[in-house]
């Protein structure tokens, strides 16, 4: 959604990550390890960024720079010790979250060119052993205006790095501030995009969302393109991205990675708000030529369009959804022709790099679903700032998980490691 709070801090400092953490207002008390070390005074079994033991995950470029929301690393390792030095592209003092196999995340500030240790016997969990596979390390990224760029990662002596398979089936989520993340406590790891990937288990993800930015290709709210542009591009569409690559980023190489199997979108709302002056026209038909590239980059994808919500309104002595919500009945119309025969003998595929639209003359099968969002989240579960709070996010991603079950059958492989951080609230009275 808009971000117009945001986009000074932009402009100013968005290489120094600063702000403070607020919750309704007050700040939030967090306790941040200083994890930056002197590298030279350890002894490490170092491998270079490049080492096949390393998966990364979301969109990182040729030069190791992560981009978008929730971007992360991951790899199993013996011993007890694991440190990454960053490169120089690396946002300064970003937080990023951290965990151990299934262990809650543990929150630092990284630095450009600096070294940190992550795990050590000091550590929560390092002493344990996993059950049935080696100890992991994943480091995920929370804000998506910020990147990390990997420079090595450190085990102890004579300890070795170990590749995790990927998992077998992959998600991706396309949107705005909405899913990556914008307002809730951690950003990108409290991102219902994140409780999607990662409350499925066993499920790869990728959130290529970015605040303010519209479907249609023109500048929202500082956004220099929209995601029918975009999309097809490893960055996003931060001034980190222009000032390392300008007007020429580098196209995504859809071979690097095994197709997704679901494609989530939510986008739309930085196009509805009259500041943006975009036509439901332009609207739709960027929509339209997003689902068709989708489908000429992976074929095979489902893709499921979520209904668009815009927030509430008290009325008198109770709340209701604002009206309109959000091009809702285009959106529907939209849908029910991907799915009309018209459509499905004769599909169009596009390209957004090349900007070719082709007809494929091959007959596919309906691929195109509509998710209903209206009713998940009621008046509470939208902060001041019009985005989902913590449990707002969690709603819905609990909402699209058992929809990705009920639809295509996917089980729930996540009983344990799906953590929204600090979300634990409970009442230890039995009676007051
Ligand atoms: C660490 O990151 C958080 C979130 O951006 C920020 O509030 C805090 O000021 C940062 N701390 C340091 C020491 O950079
Ligand atoms: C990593 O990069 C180096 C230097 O570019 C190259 O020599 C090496 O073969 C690469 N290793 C792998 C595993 O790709
Ligand atoms: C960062 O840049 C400095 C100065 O150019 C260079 O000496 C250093 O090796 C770089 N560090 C990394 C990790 O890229
Ligand atoms: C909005 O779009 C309309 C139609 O394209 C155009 O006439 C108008 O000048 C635009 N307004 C702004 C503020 O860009
Ligand atoms: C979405 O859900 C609401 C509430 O159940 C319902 O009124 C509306 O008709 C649904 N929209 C569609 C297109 O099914």
């Known amino acids: 959604m808009w971000s117009l709070s945001r986009l000074p801090v932009f402009g100013l400092s968005f290489l120094s990550a600063s702000a403070t953490i607020l919750q309704n207002g007050q700040p939030r008390i967090t306790t941040f390890p200083d994890t930056r070390i002197d590298p030279s005074s350890y002894s490490f079994n170092t491998h270079p960024r490049n080492a096949s ?11 190791y720079v992560s981009w978008w929301s929730a971007p992360g690393i991951q790899f199993g390792y013996t011993g007890q010790i694991v440190a990454v030095t960053f490169g120089n592209w690396t946002s300064d003092g970003v937080l990023v979250g951290y965990r151990i196999s299934g262990l809650d995340w543990i929150f630092t500030n990284v ?11 000091e550590t929560p969990g390092s002493d344990l ?7 992991i390390f994943e480091l995920r990224v929370t804000n998506w205006a910020y990147g990390i760029q990997i ?7 004579g300890e070795k790095l170990i590749r995790i398979p990927d998992y077998g089936r992959r998600i991706e989520v396309i949107g705005d501030s909405l ?5 809730t406590s951690y950003e990108g790891l409290s991102s219902w ?4 990937g990662a409350g499925l288990g066993n499920t790869e993800y990728s959130i290529t969302a970015y605040p303010g930015i519209c479907a249609a290709d023109q500048n929202c709210w500082g956004n220099p393109h929209g995601q029918v542009h975009q999309w097809f591009y490893t960055s996003d569409t931060s001034p980190r991205a222009s000032v390392m690559y300008g007007d020429n980023p580098e196209p995504w190489d859809f071979s690097k990675r095994p197709a997704a199997d679901i494609v989530v979108i939510n986008i739309g709302t930085n196009d509805q708000n009259s500041h943006n002056n975009v036509s439901t026209t332009i609207y739709i038909d960027a929509l339209t030529r997003i689902i068709q590239g989708i489908h000429g980059k992976w074929p095979k994808a489902q893709v499921v369009v979520m209904s668009l919500w815009l927030g509430f309104y008290q009325s008198g002595n109770t709340y209701l959804p604002n009206a309109p919500q959000g091009f809702v009945n285009e959106i529907y119309h939209m849908y029910k022709w991907f799915n009309s025969d018209d459509y499905l003998r004769n599909p169009i595929v596009y390209d957004g790099v090349t900007k070719k639209t082709l007809k494929t003359g091959k007959k596919t099968k309906p691929f195109v679903h509509y998710f209903n969002t209206t009713g998940i989240m009621q008046h509470n579960d939208i902060g001041p700032q019009w985005h989902p709070t913590d449990v707002g996010a969690i709603k819905v991603a609990s909402h699209l998980q058992q929809f990705i079950k009920m639809t295509f059958g996917w089980e729930f492989y996540a009983t344990g490691p799906e953590v929204f951080h600090e979300t634990e609230y409970w009442n230890d009275e039995s009676g007051y």
Not at 113 to 120: K, P, Y
């Open 179 to 183: 899913a990556s993340g914008m307002y």
């Open 111 to 121: 630095t450009a060119g600096g070294t940190h240790l992550f795990v050590s016997p």
């Open 129 to 135: 052993m996993a059950p049935i596979s080696p100890s």
């Open 53 to 63: 033991e390393i998966s990364y995950k979301g969109r990182w470029d040729s030069k």
């Open 151 to 157: 420079e090595s990662v450190h085990v102890a002596k």
């Open 193 to 196: 995009a994140y409780g999607l």
